[in-house]
């Protein structure tokens, strides 16, 4: 048996979400059936860095799974590639050591939420339309108030059940492209609709209805009814998963 | 009566093309069916600046229509856009003196075509991937000997009927953003397949299959069969319609 991790890309909009659920179509069992046409019927269980929710996309997700069969690395993606749906592709793939795991080795990730400011049909379900004037730099300084170590139960949907809800958040930033807005998060993990609660918090920031300091009090009160509303699904990109050791050389994209 | 102009936008992947044709779906039938409705089944005619190909993309579409109804210049686009469907989209609206034509009184168009040059799912039918290596430069030579007054029969698909084939291209050139080419494409007219034989010929020559040089004869020699192939329809997007007098003021965007 070796042990393959593959970095892979989905567009969220017609998935239940990642993780194998009884009801509606995931991306896991869309990669598992994949797989077991490439093993003749053997069922081989896929691991990711983490699941994505109902239309969140994912530009650098990574998975892994063991396999008996011995083929080039790189040919692992062309041929999944050749038998996944068109809403899903593998960008690489390569052996690793069988002390690899995508979920529980991570060291860290990197989320992206997508805000439009004029509407734009091309990019409905790509990104989250805001049609009224945003204050920019009142966001940018509320952005500071998340970076550091911080228990983050305030961005933390109300019904999970971890319970460290402790945090370091080693990036939090806007990005400007045209009329379209990045907010780039990055940190050693991230707690259960923790982004897109960020991004809403910092969303009403944005439309003066909070001050940039309050952001410090939302985190301090540890309560996530002091935060902001949960911004929606369709804006949200895992767009990377960092190892101990770097696993894809890839270019950083917008 | 009165006439009303619309700037229009549309993805192209789901529609057999602009104009009502008896199968398939078309942006014209969904926009006079959304228009009958509001004119409680009166039937209204729309004439557009010219139709567009399955699978091919408008940015600034332009459309008119003639109405007995008095309603505000804006309410025509919000009225319209919640009967429309998700891949429409009015971007504006506005009257017009009934000398005004969508397609008769248009004094030039641009088009754009999108070529990405790593494969993104989410770009998918929304650009041509190109996996080889382009020489832009020789591209951009060969762009030069686009522009002017000449005869473009090697760049008209065959089975068109149109006499005069003299035609005046105003711009033709690459930009380059990131992974993305745009080939942008303005003249006074163009011909059937016009842009996408342009593209696939100065694809060829990105690819170093002819200099750019040649891109000379193949215009003087007036044959089709001397120019590229057709690229495909999915990278194209008709980017504007302009007419004597400026009709929707709008940022231009990429």
């Known amino acids: 048996m070796q042990r393959i991790a593959c970095l892979i890309e989905y567009i969220g909009t017609n998935f ?29 269980k896929v691991s990711a860095s983490g699941r994505t929710d109902a239309g969140v996309h994912a530009k650098g997700q990574v998975i892994h799974f063991d396999s008996p069969l011995s083929i080039p690395a790189d ?117 259960y609709n923790m982004v897109r609660i960020a991004v809403g918090t910092l969303l009403e920031v944005g439309s003066g209805k909070r001050s940039p300091s309050e952001v410090a009090q939302i985190i301090s009160s540890e309560n996530r009814k002091a935060a902001g509303k949960t911004a929606p699904a369709h804006g949200l990109y895992l767009w990377s998963v960092t190892y101990a050791k770097p696993l894809f050389i890839r270019e950083n994209e917008r």
Chains 1, 2 share one sequence.
């Open 16 to 44: 239940a979400g990642y993780q194998v659920q009884p009801n509606g179509r995931t991306v896991q069992q869309e990669i598992e059936t994949s797989l077991m046409k490439l093993h003749k019927g053997q069922d081989i």
């Open 75 to 191: 040919r692992w993606a062309k041929a999944l590639n050749t038998l996944l749906p068109r809403d899903i592709r593998i960008i690489a793939s390569q052996y690793v050591d069988t002390d690899f795991h995508a979920r529980y080795t991570t060291t860290g990730k990197q989320y992206r939420y997508k805000v439009i400011r004029r509407d734009d049909i091309f990019m409905r379900n790509r990104a989250y339309y805001v049609p009224h004037s945003l204050d920019i730099e009142a966001m940018r300084e509320a952005c500071g108030y998340m970076l550091g170590t911080h228990d983050f139960s305030s961005f933390c949907a109300a019904n999970t059940s971890v319970e460290d809800k402790v945090r370091t958040i080693t990036q939090c930033e806007i990005a400007e492209h045209d009329d379209e807005l990045n907010f780039i998060l990055a940190g050693n993990g991230f707690l």
